[in-house]
């Protein structure tokens, strides 16, 4: 087992404008020694250190999955995640205030942003491959805010143990699809009527699709803008 013994103090000064630092050595003895204002080779040597262990903590690994649009690291060990699937036929879960049936139901080619502990979602109208100039479209679901916040709901998912881009992903697509639609969390989710449009959709067994009605809102905004 490692030993560590104190070697720098490090005091901060504060006036109403600006920091002034300054550091002081520990002798053999554990004296604190003489102040000197603190080195930015030394400053840049401690930062170093914490970002590399951040940075080894949320760096992801293997091949970048073709839907992936977008992967930054974010300072705390944090990433940012961009990316698209295209419309798909996806078993979605009603409350049972909603009085609507638990079943598989055509949804539209959608945009997910993962960011720390926060996802987002969009909606888009084709299936190809986002550019910074696609439009993006209020995500027509419930748990869903105006500005495409994610209410999370009850899933049950476990985080994945392998630090990969599509283990990532595939965590937060489940948390999103397994929890439980329950509540309006905001206004003009669709053009018309949320739960006309849901019954009308999930009365055609999957049969019709978001791309045969007009109901999707433009957020008017691009891709670019959440970059």
Same mark, same amino acid.
């Given at each position: 087992?490692?030993?560590?013994?104190?070697?720098?103090?490090?005091?901060?000064?504060?006036?109403?404008?600006?920091?002034?630092?300054?550091?002081?050595?520990?002798n053999?003895?554990?004296?604190?020694?003489?102040?000197?204002?603190?080195?930015?080779?030394?400053?840049?040597?401690?930062?170093?250190?914490?970002?590399?262990?951040?940075?080894?903590? &949320? %760096?992801?690994?293997?091949i970048?999955?073709?839907?992936l #649009?977008?992967?930054?690291?974010?300072?705390? =060990?944090? *990433?940012?995640?961009?990316?698209?699937r295209?419309a798909?036929?996806?078993?979605?879960?009603?409350?049972?205030?909603?009085?609507?049936?638990?079943?598989?139901?055509?949804?539209?080619?959608?945009?997910?942003v993962?960011?720390?502990?926060?996802?987002s979602v969009?909606?888009?109208?084709a299936?190809t491959?986002?550019t910074e100039?696609?439009?993006?479209?209020?995500?027509?679901?419930?748990?869903?805010?105006n500005e495409?916040?994610?209410?999370?709901?009850?899933?049950?998912?476990?985080?994945?143990?392998?630090?990969?881009?599509? &283990? %990532?992903?595939k965590?937060?697509?489940d948390l999103?699809w #397994?929890?439980?639609?329950?509540h309006?969390? =905001?206004? *003009?989710?669709?053009?018309?009527?949320?739960?006309?449009?849901?019954?009308?959709?999930?009365?055609?067994?999957a049969?019709?699709?978001?791309?045969?009605i007009?109901?999707?809102?433009?957020?008017?905004?691009?891709?670019?803008?959440?970059?």
């Open positions: 087992m490692s030993t560590y013994r104190p070697e720098l103090s490090i005091v901060v000064y504060k006036n109403d404008r600006d920091y002034y630092l300054e550091s002081h050595t520990i053999e003895k554990g004296q604190v020694m003489e102040g000197k204002p603190l080195l930015q080779e030394t400053l840049q040597g401690i930062i170093g250190v914490f970002f590399d262990e951040r940075k080894n903590m &949320s %760096q992801l690994t293997g970048l999955p073709d839907n #649009l977008y992967f930054a690291l974010l300072p705390g =060990g944090n *990433h940012k995640l961009i990316w698209h295209p798909e036929v996806r078993v979605m879960h009603f409350a049972q205030a909603l009085h609507l049936p638990t079943a598989k139901v055509w949804v539209p080619s959608m945009l997910y993962a960011e720390r502990n926060h996802l969009f909606a888009l109208k299936n491959r986002p100039k696609t439009k993006l479209f209020r995500a027509p679901f419930y748990n869903v805010s495409g916040s994610v209410c999370l709901g009850n899933a049950s998912v476990k985080k994945p143990t392998d630090k990969t881009h599509a &283990s %990532q992903m965590y937060w697509e999103f #397994l929890s439980e639609f329950t309006l969390n =905001g206004d *003009h989710a669709v053009k018309s009527n949320i739960n006309k449009v849901w019954k009308q959709l999930l009365a055609s067994k049969k019709k699709k978001w791309s045969d007009d109901e999707l809102v433009d957020c008017k905004q691009t891709l670019k803008s959440i970059l």
